[in-house]
T-cell receptor, first 115, second 110 residues
């Protein structure tokens, strides 16, 4: 079965650079979620989109922005990168706009390293 | 945001049942109880979820207390591949986010 696709899988950037992470949800899933997981930490919710509109917002820095496009894929844009942004970034998707009441399917993650 | 409390770690012998507890004393009537597991450097994997009644699927069973203030994930026969961090998460109806707690690191002994 098709899964959530994230690209790139690995990304190395220098401080103050920008990065764009992409997420392609499972076909027919209309909701996308972004999570950040620092080394040795638990996943932290960043932001979510349902039908291309922001649906919930967590501890996402102002330097980050995200959007969901008409084909339901989503991009997380990160500017002025800091060393502390080094983490695994997971995207998840869910179906039918049911939000947190139903299961989310996670992608394999993008490992961002900021040097 | 709360909302769940789990033991930091547990151990189990291979091929024995495992009961992973979770406390969620502040659960509201419309919160769903979800369980996910995560292997190192992989995305969390859906295991099971429920609202009020016990649930079974091919991976596990979910036992929910009558007052819903606690739940237990049951792996019927642990294998080495079940070694992971298990997260119990409350999914609030009408929201679009999961708040992960610290989870339980399950170690399976051969």
């Amino acid at each position: 079965a098709a899964g959530v696709i994230q690209s790139p899988r690995h990304l190395i950037k220098e401080k103050r650079e920008t990065a764009t992470l992409k997420c392609y949800p499972i076909p027919r899933h209309d909701t996308v979620y972004w999570y950040q997981q620092g080394p040795g930490q638990d996943p932290q919710f960043l932001i979510s989109f349902y039908e291309k509109m922001q649906s919930d917002k967590g501890s996402i820095p102002d330097r980050f922005s995200a959007q969901q496009f008409s084909d339901y894929h989503s991009e997380l844009n990160m500017s002025s990168l800091e060393l502390g942004d080094s983490a695994l970034y997971f995207c998840a998707s869910s179906a039918l706009g049911r939000g947190s009441a139903y299961e989310q399917y996670f992608g394999p993650g993008t490992r961002l390293t900021v040097t | 945001d709360a909302k769940t409390t789990q033991p930091n770690s547990m151990e189990s012998n291979e091929e024995e049942p495992v009961h992973l507890p979770c406390n969620h004393s502040t659960i509201s009537g419309t919160d769903y109880i979800h369980w996910y597991r995560q292997l190192p450097s992989q995305g969390p994997e859906y295991v099971i979820h429920g609202l009020t009644s016990n649930v079974n699927n091919r991976m596990a069973s979910l036992a929910i207390a009558e007052d819903r203030k606690s739940s237990t994930l049951i792996l019927h026969r642990a294998t080495l591949r079940d070694a992971a961090v298990y997260y119990c998460i409350l999914g609030e109806l009408g929201t679009y986010k999961y708040i992960f707690g610290t989870g339980t690191r399950l170690k399976v002994l051969a």
